[in-house]
């Protein structure tokens, strides 16, 4: 570790559930989940610890990392806002839907907010067809979206 390391809370931690994992066989992926845990998401300098901790190539942490969806190598806003782009909500609007919040946000699609708040993403379906377009918030499901119900939604997060 380097001084900034063991300096850093986080690393140690870090360190710490390496070494309970590294008596298994193909530990990575599970380390890479703590990871993200304790960091909210892996950055390089996450990658680069885990593989010098792991003695394997940062390549194959990287290859991982890079290949599950469900690892972020950007810091995620406090909201992820999920818009379903599946074919029910596709037909009924879901573009205009990501065009709104862009417009609204400032950002794009995998992008985050120069605040911290919120984070845009698109998903193919969130089951609630009948009420399309969608989008989530956190775990909240909003329907039947148009500028009005956005730009109000939006509202209640940013308060």
Same mark, same amino acid.
């Given at each position: 570790?380097?001084?900034?390391?063991?300096?850093?809370?986080?690393?140690?931690?870090?360190?710490?559930?390496?070494?309970?994992?590294?008596?298994?066989?193909?530990?990575?992926?599970?380390?890479?989940?703590?990871?993200?845990?304790?960091?909210?998401?892996?950055?390089?300098?996450?990658?680069?610890?885990?593989?010098?901790?792991?003695?394997?190539?940062?390549?194959?942490?990287?290859?991982?990392?890079?290949?599950?969806?469900?690892?972020?190598?950007?810091?995620?806003?406090?909201?992820?806002?999920?818009?379903?782009?599946?074919?029910?909500?596709?037909?009924? !609007?879901?573009?205009? /839907?990501?065009? +709104?919040?862009? &417009?609204?946000? *400032?950002?794009?699609?995998? $992008?985050?907010? =120069?605040?911290?708040?919120?984070?845009?993403?698109?998903?193919?379906?969130?089951?609630?067809? !009948?009420?399309?377009? /969608?989008?989530? +918030?956190?775990? &909240?499901?909003? *329907?039947?979206?148009?500028? $009005?119900?956005? =730009?109000?939604?939006?509202?209640?997060?940013?308060?």
């Amino acid at each position: 570790m380097d001084a900034v390391q063991i300096d850093n809370p986080k690393f140690r931690e870090l360190e710490r559930i390496i070494g309970k994992y590294r008596t298994i066989d193909g530990p990575l992926i599970e380390v890479l989940h703590k990871a993200q845990g304790i960091f909210g998401y892996i950055p390089p300098e996450v990658e680069r610890f885990v593989a010098k901790e792991l003695k394997i190539p940062l390549s194959t942490v990287h290859g991982v990392v890079t290949f599950y969806n469900f690892f972020r190598t950007q810091p995620q806003g406090k909201h992820v806002i999920n818009v379903c782009l599946g074919t029910a909500c596709h037909v009924k !609007g879901a573009s205009r /839907v990501v065009e +709104i919040l862009r &417009e609204e946000l *400032g950002i794009g699609i995998g $992008e985050t907010t =120069k605040d911290g708040r919120f984070t845009l993403t698109a998903v193919r379906c969130v089951g609630a067809c !009948g009420l399309a377009p /969608v989008m989530m +918030i956190d775990d &909240e499901v909003y *329907g039947r979206l148009d500028r $009005e119900k956005i =730009k109000k939604v939006l509202a209640e997060y940013r308060e």
